[in-house]
């Protein structure tokens, strides 16, 4: 079992930056894919961004390419996202996650566990 709590989230204004951070306990950091969904009302639940066990390799979707940074720090069992240049678009409950499997496709239905969530809003 493992245990995500994200904290972060807040109110900024379009252009600014915001920096994620998801502290997970209870089993072996290392041994999880990690990734970022984000959900903004009335859509569905997206991936933003992943990062391999040993962050040899990272995944974005499109829109958030050259704004946004994933990276974790295994020794602090925290995963991280910084997100700058915000858009009014980018607003949405943040979730952080883990996949457990040897190979993860970042898929929502691969995420054994998920956080709870932090709100980030980008007014314009």
Known sequence: QVQLVESGGGLVQAGGS?????AASGRTFSNYHMAWFRQAPG??????AGVSRGAGSTYYTDSVKGRFTISRDNAKSTVYLQMNSLKPED??????????DYYSSFSPKDMNYWGKGTLVTVSS
């Open 43 to 48: 859509k569905e639940r997206e991936l933003v």
């Open 18 to 22: 915001l920096r994620l951070s998801c």
């Open 91 to 100: 607003t949405a409950v943040y979730y952080c996650a883990a996949d457990p």
